[in-house]
Each structure stands twice: as C-alpha cells, then as structure tokens.
C-alpha cells in the first residue's frame, strides 16, 4: 500500500551538486523509516542514508559522510537527499527505500518498499 517515486537524478560534473526526491504515496508514511540505496553497474545495492520518523539521527554510509544530506518532510511525504561534492564512483542508480522498522533495523533486508529508482551520471 505504499509507492515511492524518485525525481531529481542527471548528469553532473565531478564536484557539483544534485538533489533528489522521493515522494511516498499511501498512508503508512508516519510508520515508516525510509532512506536511499544506490547500485552501480557490476556492483552489489549498497546502503547510502536512512532517517525514522521520529528522532533527529540519520545514518550515513561512510563513503558519503560529510558529503551528503538526508532530510524528511512527513507534511509532504518525502524525504530528499542533497549530495555535494560527488565524485565519479557516486554514479549510480539511486533507490528510494522503506521499511517498517525503527532506524537501527534498517537494512538491505528489512526494506519492504523500494522505488523504481533515479540514475545519477558524474562528468569529469
């Protein structure tokens, strides 16, 4: 009962910035924790930042700490992801990801919801 759409993915040069937007339909949203994974060609998803809905913690993957900014608006039912500075191994496909579980439970296992995902390209 609920779906994720992506917005927000294209093509930038190494070091700028990019935005993206997954905006949640349904009406389970409030019981949510909902983050992004990322895949690259010949490479396994891999887990990028997730937030709950309560709380101020949001977790980051160590390759995208400092760089990258999870927000999440639960008037709107969308969580955003700011990604700065990105480099060439940032390329991705990047997925909206939601699962019925507190923050520390969120894992590439625990997702039951998963968008249909955004294509992040970087130029050098």
């Known amino acids: 009962q609920v779906q994720l759409v992506e917005s927000g993915g294209g093509l930038v040069q190494a070091g700028g910035s990019l935005t993206l937007s997954c905006a949640a339909s349904?009406?389970?949203?409030?019981?949510?924790?909902v983050g992004w994974f990322r895949q690259a060609p010949g490479k396994e998803r891999q887990f990028v930042a997730a937030?709950?809905?309560?709380?101020?913690?949001?977790y980051y993957a160590d390759a995208v700490k400092g760089r990258f900014t999870l927000s999440r608006d639960n008037a709107k039912s969308t969580v955003y992801l700011r990604m700065d500075s990105l480099k060439a191994e940032d390329a991705a496909v990047y997925y909206c990801a939601a699962a019925r579980v507190q923050l520390n439970d969120y894992n590439r296992y625990s997702i039951e919801f998963w968008g249909r995902g955004t294509q992040v390209s970087v130029s050098s």
């Open positions: 349904g009406h389970t949203f409030r019981s949510l924790t």
């Open positions: 937030k709950g809905w309560i709380g101020t913690t949001i």
